[in-house]
C-alpha cells in the first residue's frame, strides 16, 4: 500500500505496514510494533542479504529523531564556533551522516567497541557522551572528554567502550582488529565496529589488518562510511573499483544506504550476528557529508551547490524519520518543532557551561604521553632543559 499523505512523504519511505492507515493517535512512548522497509534494498556480496523489513516503534522513532537533531544541531553549533575562533585547529563535521551514528548504536550494546577516523563528534555523543564534554574538547578545555587535549580529531570514551577519534587516516583500522582480538582472546561475545571513510578505502594496512581478522574469524566489522569524496576528491577518481563492500574479497559485504537509520540498524545488526558467528564482514555505508571535509573546506569546488541540496531534499536523514512519525500519527509538525526548539536550547546551554570550563594547566603538555615512570620533564627559562625520571 503505498502512501500519499504528502509530497514529502513519498520522497523519504517505502510502502510500510498496514498500522500507517490508523487515525488512532499513538503515544510517543508506546512500544509497539511497527514494520518499514528500508529505503533501497541492501545489496550484497558473499553473503545472503538481510530482509529489508525492518520492526521498529513509536518509541524509537521519537528517540531517533531527538538523537539525530541534537547531534545536526552540536554540529551547526561547532562550525559557529569554529568561525568565532573559540576552536582551533582541526574540525570535521558530521552532519548528514547522522543516520549511521544513530542506526549502529541501535543495533549494539556498549560492550561493543568503536573505533573510528576523525570526524567522530556524534559517534562519541551516541556512546553516551555529553553536550558539555563535546563542546569543552572542542574548545580545549578541561572538562572535555580527553581533557582538552585531544580536541576535535580525538574523543574518547573508553568505559562505553569508544576508542576514539583518530588523525591518522586509515590507522584506526589495524586497532579496531586488535580490539577484536580482545574480545575474541577474552571469549566475549561483543563486536568491533571499525569504521574508516571511502578516503582511507585505498591504505594498504587496512587489507593487512583484514587478512588477519579473516585468518583468525575474528568478531570484526568493518565500516567504510563512504561520503563520495575524500577531502576534495570525488570516489571515482581515486578508487578503480569504489565497490568498498566487495574489497574484502575473500570477506562478506553489504552496501547500506546510509541515509536510512533503519537499513543501517537492520545492517549492524546482521554483521554482528554474522562476526559473532563466522568472523569479519565489511559495511559500505552510502552516506553524504553536508559540510566540506573540514573547516578549510568550503565543500563547493568539487561539488555543485544543486548536488548538495538535491540530496538534502531526497535523502536527508533527519526530515525521513520525521516522514514517518507523522505518516504514522505519533507527533505533529508542531511537537517536532518544539523537539527541535528544545535540542537548539540544550546544546546553547551546554556551550555556555563548556565555556566556563578552564583552559588545562600548562603542565598538562607532559603527562599522557609516556607510561607512568618513564616521564620526560622540560623546564627551566626556555625549557631546553630535560629531567627523566627512571623507575
Known amino acids: 500500500m503505498a502512501l500519499s499523505t504528502s509530497r514529502t512523504i513519498n520522497h523519504f519511505m517505502k510502502p510500510l505496514s498496514a498500522a500507517v492507515c490508523a487515525t488512532r493517535r499513538l503515544s510517543s512512548d508506546s512500544t509497539a510494533t511497527i514494520t518499514v522497509e528500508t529505503s533501497l534494498p541492501f545489496t550484497s556480496h558473499n553473503i545472503d542479504p538481510p530482509s529489508p523489513s525492518v520492526e521498529t516503534s513509536p518509541k524509537e522513532l521519537m528517540t531517533f529523531f531527538k538523537d539525530m537533531t541534537e547531534m545536526r544541531r552540536m554540529e551547526i553549533a561547532a562550525d559557529s564556533l569554529y568561525k568565532a575562533k573559540l576552536i582551533r585547529g582541526f574540525c570535521h563535521l558530521y552532519d548528514g551522516q547522522e543516520a549511521v551514528a544513530v542506526g ?142 566487495k574489497r574484502g574479497d575473500y570477506v562478506p559485504g553489504l552496501r547500506v544506504d546510509g541515509m536510512d537509520v533503519f537499513a543501517v540498524k537492520q545492517a549492524c545488526t546482521f554483521a554482528k550476528q554474522h562476526a559473532l558467528k563466522n568472523g569479519p564482514i565489511i559495511l559500505e555505508m552510502d552516506t553524504y557529508r553536508y559540510h566540506g571535509h573540514s573547516m578549510s573546506d568550503p565543500g563547493s569546488t568539487y561539488r555543485t551547490r544543486d548536488e548538495i541540496s538535491g540530496v538534502r531534499q531526497e535523502r536527508d536523514p533527519v526530515e525521513r524519520i520525521r516522514s514517518l512519525i507523522l505518516a504514522h500519527n505519533i507527533a505533529t509538525e508542531a511537537e517536532l518543532k518544539d523537539i527541535e526548539k528544545e535540542n537548539r536550547k540544550v546544546v546553547d546551554e551546554a556551550i555556555a557551561k563548556a565555556k566556563e570550563s578552564p583552559m588545562p594547566d600548562p603542565s598538562e603538555l607532559f603527562t599522557n604521553v609516556y607510561v607512568k615512570g618513564f616521564g620526560v620533564e622540560a623546564y627551566g627559562a626556555d625549557r631546553k632543559e630535560l629531567r627523566a625520571t627512571l623507575p
Not at 562519541?124 to 578545555?141: D, I, K, Q, Y
Not at 587496512?206 to 562510511?225: G, H, K, R, S, T
Request: hydrophobic share 40%; proline share 2%.
Open 104 to 245: 549502529m548504536e541501535a543495533a549494539i550494546t556498549k560492550k561493543d567497541c568503536i573505533i573510528t577516523a576523525y570526524r567522530d563528534h556524534c559517534i562519541f555523543l551516541g556512546r553516551g557522551g555529553t553536550l558539555v564534554e563535546s563542546f569543552a574538547e572542542l574548545m580545549g578545555r578541561r572538562d572535555g572528554c580527553s581533557r582538552g587535549k585531544g580536541g576535535s580529531m580525538h574523543f574518547y570514551k573508553k568505559e562505553n567502550g569508544f576508542y576514539g577519534g583518530h588523525g591518522i587516516v586509515g590507522a584506526q583500522v589495524p586497532l579496531g582488529i586488535g580490539l577484536a582480538f580482545a574480545q575474541k582472546y577474552k571469549k566475549e561475545d561483543y563486536v568491533t565496529f571499525a569504521m574508516y571513510g571511502d578516503g582511507a578505502a585505498n591504505q594498504g594496512q587496512l587489507f593487512e589488518a583484514l587478512n588477519m581478522a579473516a585468518l583468525w574469524d575474528l568478531p570484526a566489522i568493518l565500516v567504510c562510511e563512504n561520503n563520495h569524496y575524500g577531502m576534495g576528491t570525488a570516489e571515482w577518481r581515486a578508487a578503480k573499483s569504489p565497490a568498498y563492500y
